[in-house]
């Protein structure tokens, strides 16, 4: 077989019984969707070429977390010039920034990112300080507008994302079109800025200027040091919680699940993009344990990807919010509520878009430990996740 019909990368796997970081390469095999992999301490084979149908080629980049059989593996490097070649030449991060004017739109604008064929790989719900925006904005402060610019970004929450695609820097920018949103609409219709901005300030979105600034201005939102960046916006109050499961997360429902849930007239108060273990997966999903018989698959599928939670606030949240995501099943729920979450984008009991809170006493509990994960890690009952960060 020629190296043409394969790529190779290094992977990283945290081995929890015996407290080890274990080190693969791992092949992927686009024309059959299959995968194998060599243990590189003991130089034997981990696992014989097996076709993996929950796997894409658009899921093989440096940076992102996979699931293989249950193992959560953090692909850390490539594994071969041709890989690196093919795959990473092109490939980049930058920062794309929903400001506080366009927050009510971020579904339409995650939506938008997701078509182009970018991949969001890491976003939260933040509310700047003023030290923060000055920090953040810094190259701006001998300009004239720069007290108007600091005070609109600190007037309500935003939505940072790291976005990586092929030439992301440039082809984020193209997609938000000229600064001046009137400009924008006279040159670029469809673009964010003229979709959803009001002027040069109140202009929707930021993206990065370059690959140093990306870089730059993603460790602020996402501090590689283990720092928190700027705080969440949950409130812990008259709320519930939302998990937007793996599945579909990667087949790019985000946008339009976030859409329905802000037409429904309930509001996202808080939002964190994270990745779950399997042990902390089990964790919380272990009041269904011998009660629910999908419960081994809802752990699997919990872990499988990343996931997007949210603290959703309405009145009588839990209640209302349960209603609207619908039966669990969403056979059952195509019959009998059609315009509920899961009946729209839900496959089966264990693939069903999304959780939600079952019991009003859990609410605050899930969301503080949903919002609080980190990158890599869930508290017990969800309990810390937003306070995390």
């Not at 790989?121 to 507008?145: G, I, N, P």
């Not at 946008?255 to 902390?280: C, H, P, W, Y």
């Not at 669990?328 to 195509?334: H, N, Q």
Request: glycine share 6%; aromatic share 10%.
């Amino acid at each position: 077989m020629s190296e043409e019909d394969r790529y190779v990368f290094i992977a990283e796997w945290y081995d929890p019984n015996a407290a080890l970081q274990r080190r693969y390469q791992l092949l992927y095999y686009p024309k059959d969707g299959s995968v194998e992999m060599y243990d590189v301490k003991n130089h034997r084979v981990f696992l014989r070429r097996t076709k993996y149908d929950t796997l894409c080629k658009e899921d093989f980049y440096v940076g992102n977390r996979i699931n293989v059989f249950s193992r959560q593996l953090h692909l850390v490097d490539y594994g071969d010039q041709y890989t690196a070649r093919r795959v990473g030449s092109k490939k980049e991060k930058t920062l794309a920034m929903i400001k506080p004017d366009a927050v009510p739109k971020m579904g339409s604008i995650m939506e938008s990112i997701t078509e182009t064929g970018f991949t969001i790989t890491r976003a939260k719900m933040v509310l700047l300080s003023r030290a923060e925006a000055m920090d953040f904005y810094s190259e701006h402060q001998a300009k004239s507008f720069f007290n108007d610019l600091i005070n609109f970004m600190t007037s309500g929450p935003i939505v940072a994302m790291e976005v990586i695609g092929d030439n992301a820097v440039s082809g984020w920018r193209k997609l938000l079109g000229p600064t001046n949103c009137s400009v924008a609409r006279s040159e670029t219709p469809q673009s964010i800025r003229a979709r959803f901005g009001t002027d040069g300030t109140k202009n929707a979105a930021h993206g990065s200027d370059s690959i140093a600034s990306a870089a730059r201005e993603l460790e602020f939102f996402f501090p590689s040091s283990g720092g928190r960046g700027p705080k969440n916006t949950a409130q812990f109050t008259q709320c519930t919680c939302c998990i937007i499961k793996p599945h579909a997360v990667s087949e790019g429902l985000t946008g339009k699940v976030i859409n329905r849930i802000l037409d429904a007239g309930f509001e996202i108060s808080a939002l964190q993009m994270f990745t779950i273990e399997k042990a902390n997966a089990e964790e919380f999903y272990e009041v269904y344990k011998g009660v629910v018989a999908e419960y081994t698959e809802m752990v699997v599928e919990l872990c499988a990807g990343p996931c997007i939670a949210m603290e959703i606030q309405a009145t009588d949240a839990p209640k209302s919010f349960r209603e609207f995501c619908g039966p669990a099943d969403p056979e059952i729920a195509r019959h009998l509520r059609p315009r509920t979450l899961r009946a729209q984008f839900g496959k089966n009991k264990v693939k069903n878009a999304v959780h939600c809170t079952d019991l009003p006493e859990d609410a605050v509990l899930e969301v503080r430990s949903s919002i609080l994960v980190t990158y890599a890690i869930i508290s017990v009952r969800i309990y810390h996740i937003f306070n995390l960060f």
